[in-house]
């Protein structure tokens, strides 16, 4: 039970804190964390709140916008105002709003975009860059603003220029304007505000950097991010959902943000409709939603898609087709612990690539009774025709050793056959599989580390029925959580990427047995993850993986 303290900062803050901890209305986890952070904040004597500017910001967005401002609306205008006596800076620089579909975000943004560039806000030159990764959904609030002012171009025309590219306000000199990905010209050196939208799409921060790389030279500066959950994972809004994490929890406590994600706390929320006001604080003031919600929720019930539609976007709590994804993506998560000291340890390995003209990918596969360690690495070929089409930050994965990056026609069997040989210095590789069709490539760079299908027997060639076997064993380990792989983004990412298809279904004569394929066949590599599922195909050969005394390992020469 959360204690009440009252708090008096301004009405409209206090009023949501005390609705937000009373439980007036369902409210998640990081909500509630979220209260104790402003109070944290606030709470410093050099805030200060300027009630003037709330108050006008307020009148001025509900009178010209003909809209009643929410509770939570209220709240963020509110903050918005909250600054450091000392040095004239803004409490909450990024503001990072996450709630469901159909709450209203833009609706609320258009107005605080308008509000910025008057002059009751007091900045001059405080220039607006709305961005996003599709034009329609970079002109959503844009247009909300010139719609305004056309409905109100009798008054706002002393006070503001319009065209379908541009608003200004004359009497600050600050504009509004929307971007999209292919912005790449652009700077943000005059920037006094940022907006992104729909922060979900962004599967690398390319668009991001773009406007952020002067950004913050304008007097009270902010950006804001506001967003659904989404299926893209290992993007922006995993790495903005972490840092909210630690900064909620108070492993950060110096950054000017605030974060307010709303969502349910578990799975089993999404069937009590009750809790669906967790990640939709409009839901209670708007019938329509409510409506909409409900029939999508009896409908979810015969259409998966609707289903996965459902979680992920109105009560941003992922959750794919589960008809063919791999596992839950907190199960993917999970697996980010660190790797134990490995040395001298007995392995098997897995070998996985599609083309060597693209993608390859090597797994040391360690168990430990239920616990299975996987030492996963790539290669990335810069020739790739598919490389446009990869987007995921391959050059800081390549930085930080996750994968190398080959400037050739192709990944020479070599690379692969020589990141073993080095591996096997330090681990007792005692087996290899890769698929039947992969191994006349690599064959003889194997046999010359030792490795080899015919003679010494140590190279296993993965047929589909092996993989089939495998499954149940792979599910069981991601249910149970018993993977761990360290921080390797380009494998969780692969597995993200993978799904399960069941046999002979095409067919008609579903087997109840599956194998793996992409979700996407071009910009989603499977490999690293493939190359983990060929090692588990012979983990059989660890036994239970406990051991007595330290192997012997052998060192190839190479």
């Given amino acids: 039970m959360m204690t009440m303290r009252k708090c008096n900062y301004h009405p409209y803050i206090d009023a949501y804190m005390d609705t937000i901890r009373s439980g007036g ?10 209260m104790d952070y402003v109070e944290f904040k606030l709470s410093d004597p050099d805030v200060f709140i300027d009630t003037e500017k709330i108050d006008k910001a307020i009148e001025l967005m509900e009178r010209y916008f003909e809209v009643k401002l929410l509770d939570w609306e209220l709240f963020v205008t509110a903050l918005i105002h909250c600054y450091y006596k000392s040095n004239d800076t803004v409490v909450f620089s990024t503001i990072f709003i996450m709630m469901g579909r159909g709450n209203g975000k833009n609706g609320f943004i258009s107005p605080v975009a308008w509000y910025l560039t008057t002059h009751y806000h007091g900045v001059k030159g405080y220039n607006i860059d709305i961005v996003a990764n599709a034009e329609d959904q970079a002109k959503t609030s844009f247009n909300d603003v010139y719609e305004v002012l056309e409905r109100t171009w009798k008054k706002s025309k002393k006070f503001f220029y319009k065209s379908k590219e541009v608003i200004v306000n004359t009497k600050t000199n600050s504009y509004i304007k929307f971007n999209t990905s292919n912005a790449k010209t652009k700077d943000s050196k005059r920037t006094g505000c940022l907006i992104f939208d729909e922060v979900h799409g962004y599967e690398t921060y390319d668009n991001i950097k773009v406007f952020t790389s002067g950004f913050g030279k304008r007097k009270h500066s902010r950006a804001f991010y506001i967003t659904t959950n989404g299926n893209v994972r290992e993007g922006v809004l995993d790495d903005m959902l972490a840092i909210a994490a630690d900064i909620l929890n108070g492993t950060i406590k110096d950054l000017g943000w605030l974060p307010l994600i709303y969502r349910i706390d578990s799975e089993e929320e999404a069937l009590d409709p009750n809790m669906w006001h967790k990640a939709n604080p409009s839901l209670r003031f708007f019938p329509e939603l409510q409506k909409e919600m409900q029939n999508e929720f009896i409908e979810m019930k015969y259409k998966p898609a609707i289903e996965e539609e459902f979680y992920t976007k109105r009560l941003n709590w ?11 993506w907190d199960n993917i998560k999970a697996t980010n612990k660190p790797l134990p000291d490995l040395s001298y340890r007995t392995c098997v390995a897995g070998i996985d690539y599609s083309k060597i003209t693209d993608f390859a990918s090597v797994n040391l596969h360690f168990r430990e009774g239920d616990i299975r360690y996987d030492i996963n690495h790539s290669w990335l070929c810069l020739n790739s025709a598919d490389l446009p089409r990869l987007k995921i930050p391959w050059r800081e994965w390549a930085q930080q050793g996750y994968l190398t990056l080959v400037d050739d026609v192709e990944i020479s069997p070599d690379l692969i056959v020589n990141w073993l040989a080095e591996k096997a210095t330090k681990y007792n590789i005692i087996k290899l599989a890769l698929d039947n069709f992969r191994y006349a490539l690599l064959a003889t760079s194997l046999k010359r580390i030792g490795f080899d299908a015919k003679d010494n027997k140590n190279v296993k060639l993965v047929r589909p029925s092996d993989i089939m076997a495998i499954v149940p064993v792979i599910d069981s380990c991601f249910a149970n959580q018993n993977f761990v792989w360290g921080d390797n983004p380009p494998l969780r990412w692969a597995t993200n990427n993978t799904k399960k ?7 008609g004569t579903d087997t109840g047995n599956f194998y793996y394929g992409k979700i996407e066949a071009k910009s989603r590599k499977t490999d690293p993850f493939m190359a983990l599922v060929a090692a588990m195909t012979i983990e059989s050969e660890l036994g239970d993986g406990y051991c007595g005394e330290t192997p012997d390992v052998g060192v190839y020469v190479y």
Avoid: H, M
Avoid at 501 to 507: F, L, T, V, W, Y
């Fill in 318 to 328: 992922p959750r794919q087709n589960r008809e063919i994804i791999v596992t839950e």
């Fill in 25 to 34: 209305v369902p409210a998640s986890k990081d909500l509630l964390q979220a």
């Fill in 501 to 507: 298809i069941a046999s002979g279904k095409k067919q």
